[in-house]
């Protein structure tokens, strides 16, 4: 089986940048997904590793470490409408499936 | 279509009755996932097709939730005998992964609001 585990919420200021932690537990990994989800909106892609190392995407880099179990997305020059839910997923080849984390509820104040 | 399209978007029904959950996947995608998602929650698997075939049924709570996907594009999510505790987003995605060999992205529906009363 597999075990996710983020923070459950975390709060920033707009322009800063901040760190979403992700650690997690798999018996075949296979890669590992950060999506965004707005309230009340479907989640939309981030970010993917499959090996170590960062992955940048503009604002948004992502950061895995396959021997710890860790992850995490880096946001850069926070904006207001980065507002939002922040999922860890991981794609496991054992169920073959994705299973996603708890989530992080990220608020960005003024 | 251009995206994964679910119907309903919101579904009122009361305790006891049957309901059927509708999803349409990304053209060409060979992969459908449901899931359900209650408030401030990550979304729970439920159940993954590879063509027609569930390839994963796992997450499926109890034998009151089945799926089917009968010629691969089109799946349908049936509850039985509904209880209050269904009440949550269910959350439908595809993507063009082939078995093991490459987790593509997951596109999502817009999801249909399930309320128990």
């Known amino acids: 089986g597999q075990n996710i585990d983020q923070p459950t919420e975390m709060t920033a200021t707009e322009g800063a940048i901040v760190q979403i932690n992700c650690t997690y537990q798999?018996?075949?990994?296979?890669?590992l997904f950060w999506y965004q989800q707005h309230a009340g909106e479907a989640p939309t892609f981030l970010s993917y590793n499959v090996l170590d190392g960062l992955e940048e995407k503009g604002r948004f880099s992502s950061f895995l470490s396959r021997s710890k179990g860790y992850s995490y997305l880096l946001l850069k020059e926070l904006q207001m409408k980065d507002s939002a839910s922040y999922l860890c997923a991981l794609w496991d080849n054992y169920g073959q499936n994705f299973v996603f984390g708890p989530g992080t509820r990220l608020s960005v104040l003024p | 279509g251009a995206g994964v399209s679910q119907t309903p978007s919101n579904k009122v029904t009361e305790k006891g009755k049957y309901v059927e959950l509708r999803c349409d996947p990304i053209s060409g995608h060979t992969a459908l996932y449901w899931y359900r998602q209650s408030l401030g929650q990550g979304p729970e698997f439920l159940i993954y097709?590879?063509?027609?075939?569930?390839?994963?049924d796992s997450g499926l709570p109890n034998d009151r939730f089945f799926a089917v996907r009968p010629e691969g594009s089109v799946s349908t999510l049936k509850i039985q005998r509904t209880e209050r505790g269904d009440s949550a987003v269910y959350l439908c995605?595809?993507?063009?992964?082939?078995?093991?060999?490459?987790?593509?992205?997951?596109?999502f529906g817009e999801g249909s609001r399930l309320t128990v009363l």
């Open positions: 798999t018996s075949g990994f296979n890669g």
């Open positions: 097709f590879q063509g027609t075939g569930a390839a994963d």
């Open positions: 995605a595809s993507s063009l992964t082939q078995g093991t060999a490459f987790a593509g992205e997951l596109f």
